[in-house]
């Protein structure tokens, strides 16, 4: 799990802001500056993951600095503008005021997911893949979807059916039979 950064022009509010992540005891402390320069500088240093911040700061607005944190990045945006529409999926936006719970439930949102240790799933037969694989084509082709698409049709289908993936596609194969 990587750094927060707590972005805000008056490092007052960020040490506010800060305090209320750090008693959530799920992060370490948060980093708090007030320059996207600061921002951009920690995240080229460290292993940041989430920059909670306003949408001005000393030296850049928070869309300038979208812009130049890696991609990765996710930003919790703190905002009194409801009409504002942030121009970036990785930019979720937190209205003023707000309740602690829902600063820490979006960081959390944001959170990438650590890895699960499970039971290691029995390995599907050459024939089980076969159809898997002959259920993606159908799908690619009737639906343009792309391979990674149609293969979550699958997982989903069986999921919400009930049924295990190799019987959706057995499924889907009959229904598209000529």
């Not at 305090?19 to 959530?24: E, F, L, N």
């Not at 719970?101 to 890895?115: C, F, Q, S, W, Y």
């Amino acid at each position: 799990m990587g750094s927060i950064v707590v972005a805000m022009p008056k490092v007052d509010d960020a040490n506010r802001i800060a305090d209320i992540i750090k008693r959530s005891s799920i992060w370490e402390d948060p980093i708090v500056c007030s320059l996207g320069s600061e921002t951009l500088n920690l995240s080229k240093e460290r292993d940041v993951s989430i920059v909670v911040c306003t949408k001005k700061l000393k030296d850049m607005g928070y869309e300038e600095l979208s812009d130049y944190l890696p991609s990765f990045v996710n930003m919790v945006l703190l905002t009194q503008d409801a009409e504002l529409v942030p121009f970036s999926s990785n930019i979720i936006k937190l209205l003023m005021p707000f309740r602690s719970g829902d600063l820490i439930n979006t960081i959390n949102m944001l959170t990438p997911v650590r890895e699960v240790k499970s039971k290691p799933k029995p390995k599907r037969s050459l024939e089980e893949q076969k159809l898997i694989e002959k259920a993606k084509e159908i799908l690619m082709v009737r639906n343009e979807m792309s391979e990674e698409e149609a293969f979550r049709y699958v997982q989903k289908t069986s999921m919400d059916s009930g049924r295990t993936m190799v019987e959706t596609a057995q499924m889907i194969i009959m229904m598209n039979a000529e």
